[in-house]
């Protein structure tokens, strides 16, 4: 707990809308391309081009909105919000104001602290804008020489999903953009790619006294691209506001920018004056109007969403809580378990597997589920050859390792490998002896006190035989080698 | 026999048909005049007598053929240049467009590309169609070719002047607050602002978005009822564009106005009228009485506030339609030190003095603290507007007003006071801000100028207005010509 202040974070995310045409005219609206490529007169704002609105982005934001409790307006209007930048081709954006799609939703999250429900503002589409490119050498807009446009993205579908400042922790804000996260997903609304801007987040914090009904004065924190920038830009922040509040000064309302490297927030070099985007009804576009069979239509075909599909992964197949909640943390996380499931893999063995040699695979190497190699039904087969008894744990994963790797079938590398494993001590006295000769940094590391450079050798020692070296042997000849434990 | 270029547009389809004259020789006679009054009268911002040439060619070979090139074809038109055409600049008479050059044509032009479309030129008008007398073009001003001393109307003062002087047989503007009717009415021409939504705005650079329409500036009704026929329906580009069947507009000149129930809004009949406008628009009434309709005095209250509404929508509209003439992209760019000033420097050089007015009458109408009070009571007001005519219209067929309270003023007499100068379109407002359809036919001359007479109907009751037109026109029998003598030949 920190010292007397609670903090109260709200957040207001952006995502991109997976419809196949732009939000007002048919344009590529796919990500990437050459700069420019994925343009028409009318998302490029040429003088007299109209909008019209797409019919598949109001289906995709309805769906969003139900999924979050949200009731839907039966009439809805779009709104310009002027202001003058050069990525926005027609110096307004057409958005929604005081008339947005959904409104008073709410989802609830399990946290440490238990269930806590944060309330859904509004969710209203909009279009989003090209992209700057500043020309200099530090690529900022200070000192550049020019800029060049891009408009491919201008006019993509945007959904803005606005919360009420119902977080406390920045553990419980990463929480929620998770489990939103993994509700597109699973109701293949956005492609939610934060590294690709398809999934943005701002957030809303201030501090208050334990106990206080009112709020504190807030900062606006821009530009946390990944979950752990939200995490740790939340953290920094509260920390400086308490630091500020405890020493006697105040809060400033600003927006204020995370720097990823430096590790801190820092505000943002703006005018001293308050935006006055002048919103009036966008008179280029009718009212829209959502008729309650349109609603329903589009509530009937609400797929399962992840807190049901957590609680059917508890009941129907056993799991424990945490496995359940980590394998629905995405849709193509809980596809790929169920798809191992129906291979005829036991559930908490799949889980204990994709909890543990696959996860740590996907973290080490910073990949999706999507782009391993190992297909569910070869992760089923490796599985049973261990329920049955054909390899060993150990043998299973040196076996799981090559499978991602190669993509080959569990099968075939266990008969390459012969299941023999090299317990020949003399062989393995060489390969550990080589292995020491070629590494001396590593081995000084290991001297110097760092455990891990141990797990590297013994890594070096498997890979040149194939992984075929019994691990628990390679351990001890090159402890013994080494001279003892780390630092000893 | 008159001259080729004075015919109405259905005679000389009817004579190219015949084979009696060639789409080149229509051509040329329109070509001879503008060689001999161009320069007077400055109706063109751009001419493209080579494409019309071209379509010309195209429509006589065709015909030739004994094949049916459309109803454009071979008809000399002059088209506003407001209206985006491929390949062709489209300047909306503003040094912000002046070299730009749109890449593709606007749905309108599209339509009559496809009849034919046989183009003499880009019209002159006030700059982004915000004005009354074509006065506020970046390119000069247009001069009436009644009496060259004055204005033509505005803001698609180029295209009835190019009408009037034979430049053009007939011609495409565009109407906010008037800016068809009333130019067709100091030329002594016939124009339609169409039903919000008739026509498509595709193309059309937008002023006030909710108010504009495409319409046709032409010498006759049933002209103008075949240009209508060939601009109006739906347009999917266009998401303001009413899903409706288009009528026959020429059957429906047909017909008489026995019984025919005609309002007379007091309002519009007001002090400010100069005495030739009032009798002529009473003869036109005692005419009416006398072919059998009801004529009645009828009163709709919120006209009087008509004006000052639309000078806070109407300008509110074009400064968020205006904002993307930023030099970033396209038109004219002034550089300076930083973004912001390239911004400041280019609309500064680029729009003239009356577009910069209503951007900050706009911006100042939106501003957070002042929408309320502004923006809001204006959309209020125009609310109250729509009811008054939809309670007229429970009694009467059409209503029937001066299009303008005067006949053309001289040029540079309301220059310096724009209030007067939106005075003039007093009658025209209400019009747009209802959304309904309105016709200005000449019905008389006053000191030799000639006084329009407006028509408004319900929605989408253009045919109405049309038939109405037509048997006055008949009655009246308005054939008068720019004065010869008084500078033009």
């Known amino acids: 707990m920190m010292g007397g202040y609670e903090a109260v974070i709200g957040l207001e995310i952006h995502a991109e809308l997976k419809t196949h045409s732009k939000m007002f005219c048919s344009c590529d609206a796919s990500f990437g391309g050459e700069p420019n490529t994925k343009t028409c007169p009318v998302c490029l704002g040429l003088p007299g081009v109209l909008p019209v609105l797409n019919r598949r982005a109001v289906e995709l934001a309805t769906r969003l909105a139900l999924a979050l409790n949200c009731t839907i307006a039966p009439r809805c209007v779009f709104h310009r919000k002027n202001y003058f930048y050069p990525d926005m081709p027609k110096n307004y954006q057409i958005s929604q104001y005081d008339l947005p799609l959904g409104v008073h939703g709410h989802l609830d999250l399990e946290t440490e602290e238990g269930t806590i429900r944060v309330g859904i503002t509004r969710v209203h589409l909009e279009e989003d804008t090209g992209k700057t490119v500043h020309v200099s ?12 446009e891009d408009f491919n993205r201008a006019g993509v579908p945007l ?163 945490h496995d359940a909640a980590l394998l629905t943390s995405s849709k193509a996380m809980g596809d790929y378990f169920e798809a191992v499931v129906s291979a005829g893999a036991p559930p908490k063995a799949a889980s204990n597997w994709m909890m543990g040699e696959l996860s740590a695979y996907l973290n080490a190497r910073q990949v999706e589920i999507e782009e391993v190699r190992v297909t569910p039904a070869q992760l089923a087969e490796l599985i049973g050859m261990v ?31 012969g299941a023999t494993q090299i317990s020949d001590q003399g062989e393995l006295e060489a390969l550990v002896e080589e292995v020491v000769r070629e590494n001396p940094k590593v081995v000084e590391d290991f001297r110097g006190g760092k455990d891990k450079a141990l797990g590297f050798l013994v890594g070096q020692v498997m890979r040149k035989t194939g992984g075929r070296a019994n691990p628990q042997l390679v351990n001890e000849l090159l402890l013994k080698k080494l001279g003892g434990a780390p630092g000893g | 026999m008159d001259e080729l270029r004075y015919k109405r547009a259905w005679e000389l389809v009817e004579m190219l048909r015949r084979r009696e004259v060639s789409a080149l020789e229509v051509l040329a006679s329109v070509r001879e005049r503008l060689e001999k009054v161009e320069e007077k009268v400055h109706s063109y911002i751009t001419l493209t007598l080579g494409e019309a040439e071209e379509a010309a060619r195209a429509a006589d070979a065709l015909l030739g053929e004994g094949r049916e090139p459309g109803a454009a074809a071979g008809i000399p038109m002059a088209v506003k240049d407001v209206l985006c055409t491929r390949g062709v600049r489209t300047t909306c008479a503003s040094r912000i467009l002046e070299n730009y050059v749109p890449v593709y044509d606007a749905t309108v032009v599209a339509r009559l590309k496809g009849a034919g479309l046989t183009m003499v030129g880009k019209a002159n008008m006030d700059e982004f169609a915000m004005g009354s007398s074509t006065e506020n073009s970046a390119f000069g001003p247009t001069r009436n070719p009644w009496d060259l001393e004055r204005v033509p109307g505005g803001s698609s003062g180029g295209s009835a002047a190019a009408v009037a002087a034979g430049e053009a047989v007939w011609a495409l503007g565009s109407d906010t607050g008037g800016s068809i009717r009333q130019p067709a009415a100091f030329c002594g021409l016939v124009g339609l602002k169409p039903t919000y939504g008739l026509v498509s705005r595709y193309g059309l650079v937008a002023f006030a978005s909710s108010l504009d329409q495409v319409g046709p500036i032409t010498r006759d009704v049933r002209d103008c009822a075949l240009l209508l026929s060939l601009i109006a329906g739906h347009d999917p580009r266009d998401s303001t564009s009413l899903q409706v069947e288009v009528p026959d507009y020429l059957s429906a000149l047909e017909g008489d106005v026995r019984g025919l129930r005609v309002g007379v809004p007091a309002e519009l009949m007001q002090e400010g009228l100069t005495p030739g406008v009032r009798s002529a628009v009473e003869g036109a009434l005692e005419l009416l009485s006398g072919l059998g309709a009801e004529v009645e005095e009828t009163t709709l209250p919120h006209l009087d506030y008509a004006l000052s509404a639309y000078y806070i929508i109407a300008p509110a509209e074009a400064s968020s ?153 008949e009655a009246l029998d308005f054939r008068e010509k720019p004065v010869p003598g008084r500078g033009v030949g």
């Open chain 1, 137 to 148: 050498e530090s690529g900022r807009i200070h000192g550049s020489e020019y800029s060049l």
């Open chain 1, 159 to 321: 959904l803005e999903i606005v919360t009420e400042p119902d977080m406390r922790t920045p553990e419980q804000a990463r929480l929620f953009m998770q489990e939103l996260k993994s509700i597109m997903e699973h109701l293949e609304v956005s492609d939610c790619k934060m590294e690709e801007g398809s999934l943005r987040c701002d957030a809303n914090v201030s501090l208050r006294p334990v106990g206080s009904g009112e709020l504190g004065v807030k900062t606006e924190v821009k530009n946390m691209n990944s979950f752990r920038a939200l995490y740790r830009a939340l953290d920094y922040e509260i920390r400086r506001q308490r630091e500020l509040l405890e020493s006697g000064g105040e809060v400033v309302q600003e927006t204020r920018h995370w720097d990823a490297d430096a590790n801190v927030t820092t505000p943002l070099r703006t005018k001293e004056y308050a935006y006055d985007y002048r919103y009036f009804p966008e008179p280029d576009l009718v009212p829209l109007e959502l008729d309650r069979e349109f609603v329903e239509g589009v509530r009937a075909s609400l797929p399962e969403l992840p807190a049901d599909r957590r609680q059917r992964f508890r009941e129907a197949y056993g799991l424990p809580p």
């Open chain 1, 387 to 417: 329920e049955k008894g054909t390899v060993s744990v150990t043998m299973a994963k040196g076996v799981f390792q090559e499978m991602l790797e190669s993509g080959r079938d569990p099968r075939s590398i266990v008969e390459e490998k």
């Open chain 2, 321 to 473: 339609n205006l904002a993307r003439y930023d030099g970033v992209r396209y038109g004219l760019r002034v550089e300076g030190q930083d973004m912001l000033e390239m911004y400041g420097r280019t609309r500064a050089s680029g729009f003239g003095a009356e577009v910069k007015r209503r951007i900050m009458l706009g911006t100042y109408a939106l501003s957070a603290g002042y929408y309320e009070a502004y923006y809001g009571q204006a959309q209020k007001v125009r609310t109250l507007i729509v009811e008054d005519f939809r309670r007229a219209f429970r009694d009467f067929d059409v209503l029937v007003s001066p299009t303008t309270p005067t006949p053309a003023f001289a040029l540079g007499e309301k220059v310096e006071d724009p209030l007067s100068m939106y005075l003039s379109d007093v009658c025209t407002i209400p019009v747009n801000l209802a959304g309904i359809p309105a016709i200005s036919i000449p019905c008389g001359l006053e000191d030799g100028l000639p006084v329009g007479l407006q028509i408004m109907g319900r929605v989408l009751d253009e045919a109405t207005l049309l038939r109405v037109a037509a048997v006055l026109e």
